[in-house]
């Protein structure tokens, strides 16, 4: 149990284009879900933390206007990279929380996006 | 400033061997301990997750130590595999309400046959 899927696992798009990410809980209901972008050879930095039915709540530094997340069921949340540039390509990760256990996080595969 | 280092940064050993990777924090106050492996190109997988009152918890050829006075923890990965090349990522959690996760960079593992 607890799998977490995203789609698409890669993406190419030109540059000045939208990309919408999905998240899904496949077996079960995601109080939380966690927006990561990472470098090569660099950890995860979270980008926004977002719950069902509300606002995300985005760190610092990201702006919420170009990485727009939304969290419409309790089941999928998707972030979309609007106006696309080349230093946006990276491998964005998302992953879900069952509960108020922000503790046991279950990470989904990750989607590689490439900004030409 | 709420911290994870994570040594080596890399690692490279023979099939079979045994290994061993540090995290020290300085997160504060600390909730949990998690140490994921991820492969190249995927997301991170949970090995163990241990709170303040655990000082060993093992999950297969994988155990981790954590000592909260120091803290520091280890993970030790016996006869190692070449399936287990990848990066071990250190987690460490907040005991507040936002539950907020400090990542460690990660200490990359290669095993060679």
């Known amino acids: 149990g607890a799998v977490v899927s995203q789609h698409p696992s890669r993406v190419i798009c030109k540059s000045g284009t939208s990309v919408k990410i999905e998240c899904r809980s496949l077996?079960?209901?995601?109080?939380?879900m966690f927006w990561y972008r990472q470098f090569p050879k660099q950890s995860l930095m979270l980008m926004a933390t977002?719950?069902?039915?509300?606002?995300?709540?985005?760190e610092q530094g990201v702006e919420k206007d170009k990485f727009l997340i939304n969290h419409a069921s309790l089941t999928l949340s998707t972030l979309t990279v609007t106006s696309a540039h080349p230093e946006d390509s990276s491998f964005y990760i998302c992953?879900?929380?069952?509960?108020?256990?922000?503790?046991?996080?279950?990470f989904g595969p990750g989607t590689r996006l490439t900004v030409l | 400033k709420n911290q994870v280092e994570q040594s080596p940064q890399s690692l490279i050993i023979l099939e079979g061997k045994n290994c061993t990777l540090q995290c020290n924090y300085t997160v504060s106050p600390f909730s949990n301990l998690r140490w994921y492996k991820q492969d190249t190109g995927r997301g991170p997988v949970s090995l163990t997750i241990m709170t303040f009152s655990e000082n060993t918890k093992s999950n297969g050829r994988y155990t981790a130590t954590l000592d909260a006075d120091t803290k520091q923890s280890s993970l030790h990965i016996t006869a190692s595999q070449l399936s287990d090349s990848a990066s071990y990522i250190c987690v460490v959690s907040d005991d507040t309400n936002a539950g907020k996760s400090t990542f460690g960079d990660g200490t990359t593992l290669t095993v060679k046959p």
């Open positions: 992953s879900a929380t069952r509960g108020t256990n922000y503790n046991e996080q279950f």
């Open positions: 077996d079960f209901q995601a109080t939380t």
């Open positions: 977002s719950n069902e039915g509300s606002k995300a709540t985005y």
